[in-house]
């Protein structure tokens, strides 16, 4: 079993994952639509047995700005200086099973090979150390703190710099 790119057809068990998943969360099936058609090759889905049990949401955007939660974009920024991982997400089945590494290493190889210097998100959730694995690193950006509450407490914005970045 392995990620597989998003399609469509995916969006409604996307939404019934993320209503199942992301319970203090909540995202307008809008969002996932649009997010897949605006950046397709950054949206993923992980398959078991024909359901969806994880998907990932990425997409270039500017660094220190990520988007409020349930919003739309419009369109993916020109001038783009990161590229945004918006959501990792597995049912509690699925964890513990390396999918959610595999899923960031692949987006680590897409935004290098889209010409990226860094990753960034906002780590929910308790999932700081989860994303510190993953070679992220806590960045502290004057005036996001704000921002920063309304995705939860403890929320913080991580980067992982690409440009020295082997692995």
């Known amino acids: 079993m392995s990620w597989r790119p998003m399609t469509a057809q995916d969006l409604a068990?996307?939404?019934i994952l993320a209503d199942e998943i992301h319970l203090d969360h909540p995202e307008d099936a809008q969002?996932?639509?649009?997010?897949l058609r605006l950046y397709p090759q950054g949206c993923l889905a992980l398959e078991e047995d024909g359901r969806l049990i994880g998907y990932a949401l990425t997409h270039p955007w500017h660094f220190g700005a990520?988007?409020?939660?349930?919003?739309?974009?419009?369109?993916i920024p020109g001038e783009a200086t990161t590229y945004y991982v918006h959501?990792?997400?597995l049912l509690p089945e699925a964890r513990g099973k390396g999918h959610a590494a595999q899923a960031g290493e692949r987006l680590v190889r897409h935004a290098?090979?889209?010409g990226f210097g860094n990753l960034s998100?906002?780590?929910?959730?308790n999932s700081q150390a989860f994303w510190e694995r993953l070679g992220?690193?806590?960045?502290?950006v004057p005036g996001l703190e704000a921002k920063l509450l309304t995705y939860g407490p403890g929320a913080?914005?991580?980067?992982?710099?690409?440009?020295?970045d082997l692995s």
């Open 13 to 15: 068990q996307v939404q």
């Open 31 to 35: 969002v996932f639509a649009e997010r």
């Open 66 to 75: 990520p988007p409020a939660l349930n919003s739309l974009l419009r369109e």
């Open 87 to 89: 959501d990792v997400a």
């Open 112 to 114: 290098r090979d889209s």
């Open 121 to 125: 998100l906002v780590a929910v959730n």
């Open 136 to 140: 992220f690193h806590t960045v502290n």
């Open 156 to 164: 913080v914005l991580m980067a992982r710099e690409l440009a020295q």
